[in-house]
């Protein structure tokens, strides 16, 4: 016996059930980025390797990349991410745009990471970005965008909150406090992002002995990290300003412990993370004004955007029971084949409600008996059943059957109107 070969580990199949979620979960995010005047665009699945040395986070290259070979020897990716596409595409037409740009795309990744929950190495990501503007507002319009996200979910202030950071504020004010040099900075970056992934004991640890702070350099980090107000960074405090007269400043919280992990980011950074019990970050994001020019540029264009994937926020609607439950499109009507020789007349009358725009299934199996016919269209959850026997054949109409309360009516085959009307109110049993 043949042995069933599974599906590649980290990935998902979407039955129709699934891709019906998925589209919903599309169109949301689509529809806030179309709210706020953010055009959609798509990008090559693959890339080469190139446009992510030096761009993207260290270890989605060397670890989390899907790599393949053209049949030139040229290393290619299977994009783990798009801002780097993103920027390369910009950077190719920046002589051709109109600044600022708002663009959104939402489509396939790939991770070469430990599948887990709320995490695979195959998902969706909604990609929401703004390049052109070097003003505060941008940053503000960006985080409103994720809260107002929020919002079409059914999410509120008690189930995920948005911290905000200043990468370009927090180094000035460790140099600042810890007398370090921006080139001893970048690897306290780095441990800062995975602060909340190990106890206390072990970060302030893995800073004196690998890093080589001092117990003082840690405590004041600590100290910092903890403690620090808006007064450290004029510009995030106008951003917070703004985030406050658009009303959505509940979801929103300084947290100077987020940094992000790709190098690309300038200033604004921002996680949201769950406040139930999945306790993780959802999305994040930020301002990158220098990497058009790192993929080819010929000038900088400054930017700012965030991505969500699918998969974590899927886990937090289910947790709060917001998950929706939606019926696959299929079918408004079945039509049954009575016999063999009534077969053409019921596929000309299918053709007839198609290009009528009425969703149509015709049966396969024609001179099944009818009640097998009626019980194999309730279970694809199709409404309604047309019958077309040898009395129906001769006087060129159909029996209309309602499958939810068996209610029935004749019409004429050719009152596609009349049938319509029926199909939207119903067939009442009086």
């Known amino acids: 016996m043949t042995q069933?070969?599974?599906?590649?580990?980290?990935?998902?199949?979407?039955?129709?059930?699934?891709?019906?979620?998925?589209?919903?979960?599309?169109?949301?995010?689509?529809?806030?980025?179309?709210?706020?005047?953010?055009?959609?665009?798509?990008?090559?699945?693959?890339?080469?390797?190139?446009?992510?040395?030096?761009?993207?986070?260290e270890e989605i290259v060397a670890q989390q990349t899907f790599t393949l070979s053209d049949r030139d020897g040229k290393q290619l990716v299977m994009r783990p991410e798009l801002t780097p596409t993103l920027a390369r595409m910009v950077a190719q037409k920046e002589g051709e745009l109109t600044f600022p740009i708002r663009w959104q795309s939402y489509g396939r990744f790939f991770r070469y990471e430990r599948p887990q929950r709320g995490r695979g190495r195959s998902f969706f990501q909604w990609n929401i970005d703004a390049l052109g503007s070097d003003s505060h507002l941008a940053d503000a319009e960006m985080i409103a965008i994720a809260c107002t996200l929020f919002n079409?979910?059914?999410?509120?202030?008690?189930?995920?909150?948005?911290?905000?950071?200043?990468?370009?504020?927090?180094?000035?004010?460790?140099?600042?406090?810890?007398?370090?040099?921006?080139?001893?900075?970048?690897?306290?970056?780095?441990?800062?992002?995975?602060?909340?992934?190990?106890?206390?004991?072990?970060?302030?640890?893995?800073?004196?002995?690998?890093?080589?702070?001092?117990?003082?350099?840690?405590?004041?980090?600590?100290?910092?990290?903890?403690?620090?107000?808006?007064?450290?960074?004029?510009?995030?405090?106008?951003?917070?300003?703004?985030?406050?007269?658009?009303g959505?400043?509940?979801?929103?919280?300084?947290?100077?412990?987020?940094?992000?992990?790709?190098?690309?980011?300038?200033?604004?950074?921002?996680?949201?993370?769950?406040?139930?019990?999945?306790?993780?970050?959802?999305?994040?994001?930020?301002?990158?004004?220098?990497?058009?020019?790192?993929?080819?540029?010929?000038?900088?264009i400054p930017g700012v955007g965030f991505a969500v994937g699918d998969m974590a926020i899927t886990e937090l609607l289910k947790e709060i029971d917001a998950y929706p439950q939606i019926e696959p499109p299929g079918a408004c009507v079945f039509v049954t084949v009575f016999s063999e020789d009534l077969l053409a007349q019921s596929s000309a009358f299918a053709e007839s409600l198609r290009r009528g725009g009425i969703a149509t299934e015709l049966h396969l199996t024609p001179g099944q008996r009818l009640d097998r016919q009626f019980r194999h269209a309730d279970r694809q959850n199709i409404p309604f059943a047309a019958v077309i026997g040898p009395d129906e054949a001769a006087a060129k109409t159909i029996v209309l059957k309602d499958l939810e309360n068996r209610a029935q009516r004749v019409f004429s085959q050719s009152d596609l109107s009349a049938i319509k009307t029926a199909l939207k109110n119903g067939i009442s049993k009086t």
Request: hydrophobic content about 40%; proline content about 3%.
């Open 152 to 246: 079409h979910l059914g999410l509120g202030p008690e189930h995920a909150t948005i911290r905000v950071n200043d990468r370009e504020g927090l180094e000035g004010l460790i140099a600042k406090k810890l007398a370090l040099s921006p080139a001893d900075i970048r690897p306290v970056f780095a441990a800062i992002d995975r602060i909340d992934k190990m106890p206390e004991e072990k970060f302030r640890a893995y800073l004196t002995d690998d890093l080589g702070l001092s117990a003082g350099q840690v405590d004041a980090l600590y100290d910092l990290l903890h403690t620090a107000d808006l007064g450290f960074s004029p510009w995030l405090a106008r951003v917070f300003e703004h985030l406050d007269k658009s």
């Open 4 to 57: 069933l070969i599974p599906k590649v580990k980290g990935t998902r199949d979407f039955y129709p059930e699934d891709w019906a979620y998925q589209k919903w979960l599309c169109e949301k995010f689509i529809g806030v980025g179309d709210l706020f005047g953010y055009r959609e665009y798509e990008s090559s699945i693959l890339e080469y390797i190139a446009l992510y040395l030096g761009k993207s986070s």
């Open 248 to 300: 959505v400043i509940a979801f929103v919280e300084l947290d100077l412990k987020i940094v992000r992990g790709f190098d690309y980011y300038t200033r604004t950074v921002f996680e949201a993370w769950a406040k139930t019990s999945l306790r993780r970050a959802l999305f994040g994001g930020g301002r990158y004004d220098n990497l058009t020019r790192q993929v080819g540029g010929k000038r900088q």
